[in-house]
């Protein structure tokens, strides 16, 4: 069967994808939206939001006002996490593991990720660190893995890895890891580098150096440059001009990933702009 090909994907569901989401919706485009469910932890974990008119609250307030809000409209999300973005004829193909989306253009509304970054992080990947345990963990059959998680929720990615590793080692940015067992063992001393020479051959903390075949950063947003080869990045975030155009043709970005500040207003406001520049690219190519 033929595969279907979107109008426009937007990858992220963090509140920059959901505003693109929403205005997409209301310009009547055939959008997949991919991320997952809840609107991410930058949302959900907010203490008390005072900056965002006319509301005040928690962020798990505001979650469910957004959540409200989406299902009133109608608006769909597909479950996914997108490991990576193709530009092909007449468009992009968008890859989770085995499963392959297809869209004409894309808007990457995906947040950063500081936490459990490291030094060497962007020199190493593809040379021994990755951010995909599905699409990579294979190649360390019976070798040595470092992996960093962020959240708990990376943790069956860890036991998946563990599934192929001789030995997982995990770096828990989180109290109360339920991981230790088998083949993987948890510290409790954070990663601050990655070292080696043509591939990665060491993680380091403070506690000193951990010799290994490889290191998986699982986290909530890997570097964009990392999801799609080609995209230009100016300190770490992707470039973008007033209409959220990156480098690419038919590629937007919004929201965190696009730079400072941080600041649901700006992802809001982005993701809007997006869309209208996707739509606008879509009439203009004829596409
Ligand atoms: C604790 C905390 C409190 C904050 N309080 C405030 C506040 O009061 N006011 C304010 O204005 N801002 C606040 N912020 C900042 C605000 O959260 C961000 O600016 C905002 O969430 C950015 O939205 P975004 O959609 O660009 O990115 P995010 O919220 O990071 O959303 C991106 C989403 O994309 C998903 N994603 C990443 N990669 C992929 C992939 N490959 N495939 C599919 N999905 C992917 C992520 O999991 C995430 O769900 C706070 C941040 C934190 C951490």
């Keep these: 069967m033929d595969m279907k090909t979107y109008e426009l994907a937007i990858v992220g569901a963090g509140v920059a994808g959901y505003a693109a989401a929403l205005a997409a919706h209301n310009l009547n485009m055939d959008c997949l939206w991919l991320g997952e469910r809840g609107f991410g932890d930058k949302v959900r974990l907010a203490e008390r939001v005072r900056n965002f008119p006319a509301f005040s609250g928690s962020g798990a307030e505001l979650a469910a ?29 968008l890859t989770q593991g085995e499963t392959t989306f297809s869209a004409k253009a894309v808007i990457l509304a995906v947040g950063v990720e500081t936490k459990g970054s490291l030094r060497g992080e962007r020199e190493f990947l593809g040379r021994g660190l990755s951010y995909c345990a599905v699409c990579d963990g294979a190649l360390y059959k019976g070798k040595r893995i470092a992996v960093v998680l962020s959240s ?12 192929f590793a ?9 109290p109360a890891p339920t991981l230790a067992g088998g083949n993987i063992s ?7 580098a990655v070292e ?5 051959e060491r993680v380091v903390t403070k506690a000193g150096p951990l010799e290994t075949d490889g290191v998986f950063l699982l986290k909530n947003s890997a570097p964009p440059e990392a999801l799609v080869g080609g995209l230009a990045v100016e300190d770490g975030h992707v470039a973008v001009d007033r209409a959220m155009r990156t480098n690419l043709k038919g590629l937007f970005a919004a929201g965190d990933v696009t730079g400072r500040p941080y600041q649901y207003i700006k992802a809001a406001g982005e993701g809007l702009v997006a869309a209208y520049s996707a739509k606008e690219y879509l009439q203009e190519s004829g596409k």
Excluded: H, M, N
Excluded at 152 to 163: F, G, I, M, T, V
Excluded at 166 to 174: G, H, P
Excluded at 196 to 200: A, K, M, N, P, Q
């Design 65 to 93: 006002r957004l959540e409200a809000q989406r299902a009133e409209e109608g608006i769909d999300l597909t479950e996914a996490r997108i490991d990576g973005v193709y530009g092909v004829k007449g468009g992009y193909l």
């Design 152 to 163: 708990p929720k990376y943790e069956e990615e860890a036991r998946y890895l563990a599934s």
């Design 166 to 174: 001789s030995k997982v080692v995990c770096f828990c940015l989180y």
């Design 186 to 192: 948890v510290r409790t001393d954070v990663p601050v």
């Design 196 to 200: 080696g020479r043509e591939r990665v």
